[in-house]
């Protein structure tokens, strides 16, 4: 997903649920809006096809996104946007890291690591049975939770979610957690309520079937604007990366003043403070 119009942008690294298994396809209408805001945004398949073996081995998952991002440091320009989109050029050190739900396992994991050179990180609905101790170095962060997500039946576990990262962070931070929305909200209608279904997308069935609207796995809220919540997150992560990799100070208030946040927020706390 990238900008229509000429110019070097900078790139973000988006990893889907389950540790990468689930289709990015599905986060489409949200990694759209987000490239829309000026960025490059590259959403990975970490694991095709997906076996229990791989989802117990974080470590493997994340060497693999560090070579696809190394592949893509020397490549993505000259092979790929020659032809596709000679326009764009990629500021690689300007490299922002996104997930939602297991995906920030991987993230974290190459956060540890600390070989992408990544310089701020969005964890979308985390949860992550490995984030133990704190990370150990800053770098700006976006630690984001919704209310559903936590009530039966759950798709995030509470004491390893967003709360949990967000104590484990280091300045600059953001909680954010908002209201009347959940896990899968984020998704496109297909990866929410799998009608119509796609019978190609084997994995995103089997997502759908298992983890959303289908059968009631996740708390989900049929009320609500989807549409206008995919745009919000987008513009949510914005915030962070524009602040954080674009220089851009006056999208700060976007994160830290609730009056500016156009939904219903819960938890909300900010340390961007860092003296």
């Not at 739900?101 to 964890?123: E, R």
């Not at 990866?191 to 009631?216: D, H, K, L, Y």
């Amino acid at each position: 997903y990238y900008p229509v119009v000429p110019g070097e942008f900078v790139p973000i690294v988006f990893i889907p649920g389950l540790q990468g298994v689930v289709p990015p396809d599905i986060y489409s209408d949200t990694l759209e809006h987000l490239a829309s805001h000026g960025y490059i945004v590259i959403a990975m398949d970490t694991v095709l096809p997906s076996t229990t073996d791989n989802l117990q081995k974080v470590e493997i998952l994340a060497r693999k996104v560090y070579e696809e991002i190394m592949w893509m440091q020397a490549n993505l320009v000259k092979v790929i946007f020659s032809t596709l989109a000679p326009h764009l050029d990629v500021d690689w050190s300007l490299l922002g890291l996104a997930a939602h739900s297991a995906g920030s396992d991987v993230i974290l994991q190459l956060l540890k690591n600390g070989t992408t050179g990544a310089k701020a990180a969005a964890f979308m609905e985390p949860f992550s049975i490995d984030f133990k101790g704190r990370l150990g170095y800053s770098i700006p962060a976006l630690a984001y939770g919704t209310q559903l997500c936590e009530m039966d039946p759950k798709c995030c576990i509470p004491g390893i979610d967003y709360l949990h990262f967000y104590n484990e962070l280091e300045c600059p931070k953001v909680l954010m957690n908002v209201t009347n929305f959940g896990h899968c909200a984020i998704l496109n209608d297909l990866g929410w309520s799998c009608e119509p279904m796609v019978v190609v997308m084997v994995t995103c069935c089997v997502f759908c079937r298992t983890a959303c609207r289908a059968i009631n796995f996740c708390q989900t809220n049929p009320a609500v604007d989807r549409d206008f919540y995919r745009e919000f997150v987008a513009g949510v992560m914005s915030a962070l990366f524009g602040t954080y990799l674009q220089g851009n100070d006056q999208m700060l208030v976007y994160l830290t003043k609730p009056d500016l946040i156009p939904v219903l927020l819960g938890a909300f706390e900010v340390d961007v403070n860092c003296h």
